[in-house]
C-alpha cells in the first residue's frame, strides 16, 4: 500500500521536477551561449543591438 502511493506521488510530481529541471538547464546553456559569443565578438559594433 505504502508503494502505491509513493508511486502515485512521483508520478503526480515528475511532470513539475522535469520542467523545473529542464528550465534551469535552459537559462544554463542561454547564459553560457550568450557569454561565449561576446567573447568571440568583442569588437563587433552589433554587440551594442542586443539586450
Known amino acids: 500500500m505504502v ?3 509513493i508511486i502515485a ?3 503526480l510530481l515528475a511532470p513539475f521536477i522535469i520542467v523545473a529541471s529542464m528550465s534551469a538547464v535552459a537559462a ?3 547564459w553560457a551561449l550568450k557569454s561565449d ?3 568571440r565578438h568583442a569588437d563587433s ?3 551594442e543591438t542586443n539586450y
Open 3 to 5: 508503494g502505491g502511493v
Open 9 to 11: 506521488v512521483l508520478l
Open 28 to 30: 544554463l546553456l542561454g
Open 37 to 39: 559569443a561576446e567573447i
Open 45 to 47: 559594433e552589433l554587440l
